[in-house]
């Protein structure tokens, strides 16, 4: 549930990395995009984590999509689609302490709170334009 609740409301938009060495990628129909040295591309991570091509109802939370049982986050992973915290060597260092934290803090909710949905409630969840997360490429 975790897992699927970071894909639908991830803590970051986007990541920015700047190429330190020129990069060719090989796109679909024998085409190719470069980026020279310095370059800094720009990874919509939203963009992605809620695109149908890779994630069928992306706007449905479906807790079962990462389950054990359906593969978990490595079928998306793999396919360089799942990445709430980052990918590779730059991954944010914080990614398992909040994982634990999270996990923490809902065992004590439900230890401690008897937890009800507030009919008042919004049933949608729509993320302020302005309230985006940017950091600066270097």
Do not use: W
Request: with cysteine.
């Amino acid at each position: 549930m975790l897992l699927e609740t970071l894909r639908v409301h991830g803590p970051a938009t986007h990541l920015t990395r700047m190429c330190s060495e020129p990069v060719e990628i090989d796109l679909p129909k024998d085409k190719k995009l470069k980026f020279e040295k310095g370059s800094v591309i720009y990874i919509p991570i939203r963009s992605i984590l809620l695109d149908p091509e890779y994630y069928p109802n992306p706007y449905q939370f479906d807790p079962e999509r990462c389950s054990p049982e359906n593969g978990g986050t490595k079928v998306y992973a793999d396919r360089g689609v799942f990445f709430p915290f980052g990918l590779g060597p730059r991954i944010c260092p914080g990614n398992r302490f909040a994982f634990a934290q999270s996990k923490i803090a809902i065992a004590e909710l439900i230890r401690n709170f008897e937890v009800s949905i507030n009919p008042k409630s919004p049933k949608t969840f729509e993320i302020h334009p302005q309230a985006i997360i940017y950091t600066l490429p270097g």
